[in-house]
């Protein structure tokens, strides 16, 4: 017997039947979101059906190979996500490039740390425990990741004359952008600190709650929920890092010059 409550289809209909009170208010009101929800709506259902039907078949197979590909696929659609949220990006493939490969580094740094050291899965790649966690830590990572590139840019550009203007006076292209730099880097770490800060008090977290929800005492959940946060954290910090960093060399030249050149919006 199932320690679990098993949904039946005709349980997530009525549940999705909520979404016409959403509906109905946006045409009542006009705010022209009806279409937007009904869309976000349809793929969220095929998305996720596709999403379970692959994991089954990759927990079936248990093969290094396919693990990979799926995490690469996964990187592969979060650093189109992460470039697509920013008002300014870099030209060619830096846009796509560099948070991408900042995300991969961090989220596969910390996936790989977490599947050696405290889950001792075996094997290491079970795509069991290895994609739930990359998932978990990549979608926190991607959030990060664009919002502080997002701000970087943004500041930079804003802030043109007053960097040029430091840059002139002798001051070293990481100087002039000390205070963006440092805005950037606290904006992609903010949600990061406001999702730790309020588990518990304020809400329960996914993982907790579906732990619960499957039987596993409340204890053990809460757990496996601050393994997870910490992990988030440390990718987050990690990968918001890196692009930070990435971002700042490619806004420079070996003449110390800004190179707004190098930027396009959306």
């Known amino acids: 017997m199932n320690s679990y409550i098993e949904l039946s289809y005709m349980d997530i209909a009525l549940a999705g039947m909520l979404l016409g009170i959403n509906a109905m208010l946006s045409v009542y009101y006009k705010l022209g979101t009806e279409k937007r929800l009904v869309i976000a709506a349809v793929r969220m259902v095929v998305q996720l059906t596709l999403v379970g039907l692959i994991l089954k078949a990759l927990f079936a197979a248990v093969s290094p190979w396919l693990t990979l590909l799926a995490a690469i696929v996964m990187v592969g659609f979060a650093g189109r996500e992460a470039m697509a949220r920013q008002e300014r990006h870099f030209k060619g493939f830096w846009g796509y490039g560099l948070g991408t490969g900042s995300m991969f580094a961090a989220a596969g740094t910390v996936t790989f740390f977490a599947l050696a050291t405290q889950f001792h899965a075996d094997p290491w790649y079970d795509p069991r425990y290895a994609i739930p ?14 919002l502080a590139l997002d701000r970087l840019l943004a500041d930079a550009d804003d802030g043109r004359a007053r960097i040029e203007a430091r840059l002139a006076l002798g001051h070293t292209f990481r100087e002039a952008l000390q205070m963006p730099l440092r805005n950037a880097m606290r904006a992609g770490l903010i949600p990061t600190v406001n999702g730790m800060a309020a588990a518990g008090l304020v809400s329960l977290p996914g993982m907790m709650t579906g732990q619960i929800l499957a039987g596993v005492e409340p204890v053990q959940a809460v757990k496996y929920q601050l393994l997870v946060m910490f992990l988030i954290a440390g990718g987050t910090a990690l990968g918001v890092f890196a692009a930070v960093m990435l971002a700042l060399k490619r806004l420079t030249d070996p003449r110390q010059r800004l190179r707004l050149d190098r930027l396009q919006g959306k």
């Open 133 to 146: 966690i990359l998932g978990m830590i990549l979608g926190n990572t991607m959030t990060g990741v664009s």
